[in-house]
T-cell receptor, first 112, second 113 residues
């Protein structure tokens, strides 16, 4: 695997389910990001981790819980989501927090 | 707060022709970076080109070039010799000196054969 990978690519879940999105970067980067991309809206930055520490949390509801166990992996734990949370969730990484970001293919999430 | 505006929701171009996508931004900073990302139907966001604000020379990457006007806070992308594979959503993005990346709303580019 090369670059930034995300699994699963598609996810359908009910509002009472608990699921997790996984992101893995194979670039040796130190910073990782979660973005939400909804239809007709600009990408929204959700969380930033630099050297495994969360450095930014942009007023994201607590039903989204990030986890960064090491510099190569980033998770987004989901529970009791709402239909309006349906979106494409993109992961990105960069060498340092201030460097160019490289994106994964995204997870298309549908909340029923 | 920084804002990025792409005023063209959709653009189209004939294959082999040239097209320019517009982007303006608002900032009070003097040191920053600007990017164009491409998102094809596969949804993978791909970096097209990057410009450092302190560089006066416009960045180029093969058929892709930018027209960076710092005083006017304008950052347009020119695609020369357009190809069918260029069809995608294009996002302009601004990155502040402390790292946060802000995206525009995107421009859908259609390439006609």
């Amino acid at each position: 695997e090369t670059g930034v990978t995300q699994t699963p690519r598609h996810l359908v879940m009910g509002m009472t389910n608990k699921k997790s999105l996984k992101c893995e970067q194979h670039l040796g980067h130190n910073a990782m990001y979660w973005y939400k991309q909804s239809a007709k809206k600009p990408l929204e930055l959700m969380f930033v981790y630099s050297l495994e520490e969360r450095v930014e949390n942009n007023s994201v509801p607590s039903r989204f819980s990030p986890e960064c166990p090491n510099s190569s992996h980033l998770f987004l734990h989901l529970h009791t989501l709402q239909p309006e949370d349906s979106a494409l969730y993109l992961c990105a990484s960069s060498q340092e927090y201030t460097d160019t970001q490289y994106f994964g293919p995204g997870t298309r999430l549908t909340v029923l | 707060a920084q804002t990025v505006t792409q005023s063209q929701p959709e653009m189209s171009v004939q294959e082999a022709e040239t097209v320019t996508l517009s982007c303006t931004y608002d900032t009070s900073e003097s040191d920053y970076y600007l990017f164009w990302y491409k998102q094809p139907p596969s949804r993978q966001m791909i970096l097209v080109i990057r410009q450092e604000a302190y560089k006066q020379q416009n960045a180029t990457e093969n058929r892709f070039s930018v027209n960076f006007q710092k005083a006017a806070k304008s950052f347009s992308l020119k695609i020369s010799d357009s190809q069918l594979g260029d069809a995608a959503m294009y996002f302009c993005a601004y990155r502040s000196s402390y790292g946060k990346l802000t995206f525009g709303q995107g421009t859908i580019l259609t390439v006609h054969p």
